[in-house]
């Protein structure tokens, strides 16, 4: 392989890569499923105090709010909202809306790429996109299955340069209708839709290896 190429092919796969976790990310923000079944599992009905169909209304213009490509102000049908709360949902949508980018983009270019390598029979991009995707959940995925409250305050403090994450549910009372436990099950939902997206390039590696030694 070529020098050049391989820097091509070693681009490819951080470009395939940042696309691959931006789909998860914003595949996990739109699988509600996730959240309906959480509802009846943690109970949040009934430690909240309010209703399933309140809580799945309240829930849905939330993500719908988080899911749309144009700005809005997010209201919700039947709860209150504060000032600082509508803040920190501001500052939210604008790390989904570069999750969203990066998945659109990197996708587009990442397409682009696997053609332009396909007429150069060159695959090891797909291998290096593997390798990277995979580790880097298996890491993260351990410190969350270890250390999740010390990971989401981490988290908060990495990517918001304000307090405004702790809620108070006297005045923003959406805070009780999630729970840490469902924070978490949204980032395993992501690491499992990134490691889905290093076993989908290590197969079809391993395939086009095959018929390429075959041929």
């Known amino acids: 392989m070529k020098k050049g190429l391989w820097w ?3 681009g490819l796969a951080l470009v395939l890569t940042l696309a691959i976790i931006g789909s ?11 959240y309906y079944h959480d509802m009846e599992t943690l109970g949040i009905s ?3 105090g309010y209703s399933e169909a309140e809580i ?21 049908p039947t709860l209150p909202m504060s000032e600082t709360g509508k803040i920190h949902f501001e500052e939210v949508k604008e790390i989904f809306d570069l999750f969203k980018y990066l998945a659109v983009f990197c996708g587009l270019f990442g397409v682009a790429g696997i053609v332009f390598m396909a007429k ?3 695959y090891r991009y797909l ?3 593997a390798i990277v995707s995979c580790g880097l959940p298996v890491v993260l995925g351990i410190l969350v299955a ?12 990495l990517f918001f340069n304000n307090d405004y994450w702790i809620f108070d549910y006297r005045t923003d009372p959406i805070i009780l209708l999630l729970p840490d436990e469902f924070f978490m099950h949204c980032a395993l939902l992501i690491f499992g839709g990134v490691l889905f997206g290093a076993a989908v390039c290590l197969g079809s590696y391993l395939v086009l290896r095959k018929r390429q030694m075959t041929k």
């Open 8 to 10: 091509a092919q070693a």
């Open 24 to 34: 998860s990310v914003v595949g996990t923000l739109a699988f509600r499923p996730l």
């Open 46 to 48: 009934a430690y909240s």
């Open 56 to 76: 799945r209304e309240n829930y849905d213009a939330l993500i719908d709010y988080n899911m749309a490509w144009k700005d809005g102000n997010l209201e919700f």
């Open 120 to 122: 150069k029979k060159e």
């Open 127 to 129: 291998k290096m996109t």
């Open 146 to 157: 270890l250390f999740w409250d010390q990971v989401f305050v981490i988290f908060h403090e």
